[in-house]
């Protein structure tokens, strides 16, 4: 049969339709006419994009070595000091009295440090826990250190199994929450942060024997946060207070930054120094960050040395190793 050229075209017109639907199911477009091929590389930024940050959770093992002496060696901290080693004396005598048969008080160890940032609490909570593994508390010793974000969640009915994750990775060992008056907002009545605290209170009656909690923060936030919940106020009763460091003790930390990494600083520069961190002290306010500022500056002023450095040839040993004036100008600026 003869077709007509009306015929024949409305025929190539039909080919042509169903070879483009059949190139559609192929590749695929979206809405927008990208291939599927794009649509998805997008899809995956997106998410990539919306993934929430890492929560704040740091297992630190336990390290080998003393835990007194590392104590004893830590700058400062007199009175802190005092305190550890008062419950240290404490628990040991404790024990031996229930070794007689003779009756002991129930024991807290759990503690609540209290003071400025950058006062050494993190760090007496690390010494604390091999301390308590040192006592038997404990039958590891490590420390898990945490903050809000590693206890609440972003979603109704997941905060309690955020917490529990975290509390089962700290058991044998001490659980560290830093600014844990976080926990409950000052203005806020609607929060997760309560059933984080339901959470812990709970796991703190049921795991008693194997783990042990250190919140740390401000005092007065601290103060306001124990006393919200009458669970924390019968948990936490003893306190231990950092105080912020002197203006020599802060000298005292840069020098062990400086002999730590094979530095040197000379006698000018130590006087600079101590200028510029008695003015420091003098005009401090709350969010002075201590050690944490003495740090910053050290690593400020080792930049500048090496900027300072930088292009230079034949450098001897003294010039590699020596912070000068310069350098310290810099890292104060």
């Known amino acids: ?133 040192d006592l038997g508390i404990l039958k590891k010793g490590h420390t898990v250190e945490t903050d809000r974000s590693g206890l609440v969640a972003n979603y109704v009915g997941q905060t309690a199994t955020k917490t529990n994750a975290v509390v089962d990775s700290a058991l044998n060992g001490v659980l560290f929450i830093d600014e844990a008056y976080a926990l409950v907002p000052e203005n806020s009545s609607q929060d997760y942060g309560q059933e984080a605290i339901s959470t812990l209170l709970k796991r703190m009656e049921d795991d008693r ?45 840069f020098k062990m930054y400086v002999k730590r990494n094979e530095y040197t600083i000379g006698e000018e520069a130590e006087e600079m120094l101590n200028e510029k961190l008695n003015y420091a002290v003098e005009h401090k306010d709350r969010n002075f960050g201590n050690a944490r500022y003495v740090r910053n500056i050290f690593e400020k002023a080792i930049q500048a040395q090496a900027n300072r450095l930088s292009g230079k040839k034949g450098l001897n040993e003294r010039q590699l190793t020596e912070i000068t004036v310069e350098d310290l100008e810099e890292a104060f600026k």
């Open 209 to 253: 024997d194997k783990l042990v909690v250190i919140i740390a923060g401000y005092t007065n936030e601290m103060k306001r946060f124990i006393d919200s919940n009458p669970g924390l106020q019968s948990r936490f009763n003893r306190y231990i207070n950092f105080p912020d460091y002197s203006a020599e003790e802060l000298t005292d930390i």
């Open 1 to 133: 049969m003869k077709l007509t050229g009306k015929q024949l075209t409305i025929i190539v017109v039909a080919i042509a339709f169903i070879v483009m639907a059949i190139f559609t199911m192929v590749v695929g477009t979206d809405e927008d006419g990208k291939s599927s091929e794009n649509t998805d590389q997008t899809e995956q930024t997106t998410k990539e994009d919306n993934k929430e940050k890492p929560d704040s959770v740091v297992v630190n093992e336990p390290l080998e070595g003393d835990p007194y002496k590392e104590l004893d060696e830590l700058i400062g901290l007199g009175a802190v000091k005092e305190e550890v080693r008062s419950l240290a004396n404490f628990v040991k005598l404790q024990k031996q009295r229930q070794d007689k048969g003779l009756k002991t008080p129930k024991l807290s160890y759990h503690l609540v440090f209290t003071g400025s940032p950058g006062t050494g609490k993190t760090t007496v909570a690390r010494i604390v826990a091999r301390i308590y593994k």
